[in-house]
Structure formats: C-alpha cells, structure tokens
C-alpha cells in the first residue's frame, strides 16, 4: 500500500499581530477622546506617533509558518 503523506501549516505567532493591532486600536481610541476634548498639540502629537508605531509593527508584521509533514 502507498504511504500517503499530510502537510500542514500553521501561523504560530499570530498572538503577536493581535496584540499589535489591538494596542492600535486603543491608540485610536485614545486619539479620538483627545480630538473631543481638544487636547493640547503635544499630546495629540504623542498620541499619533504611538499610533504610527502600531500600525508599521502591524504592517512590518512577519509571520512565522510551521509546517509539518506526517504519514499515514
């Protein structure tokens, strides 16, 4: 009988790109209370440097593939 052979694949660091995106998500969020309430410029400026930050981590992301071979 012929061996049949299974190849898998899995993102292992996925957690990492959630936790970007989701630290760029509060840094919105905390963006958007600070435009309500017209903060000063420098903590506007902060706010949006720390937003940029996030989103190169999350566009910069790479991700790491595991792949396995098994046999039947």
Excluded: D, G
């Amino acid at each position: 009988m012929k061996k049949r052979y299974y190849v898998s694949e899995r993102i292992t660091n996925i957690s990492h790109l959630e936790k970007i995106l989701e630290k760029e998500r509060l840094c919105i969020s905390v963006l958007k209370a600070q435009l309500k309430k017209n903060a000063p410029p420098n903590e506007l400026n902060s706010a949006l440097e720390q937003l940029e930050e996030m989103n190169q981590k999350a566009i910069n992301f790479e991700f790491c593939l595991e792949r396995r071979k098994t046999h039947n």
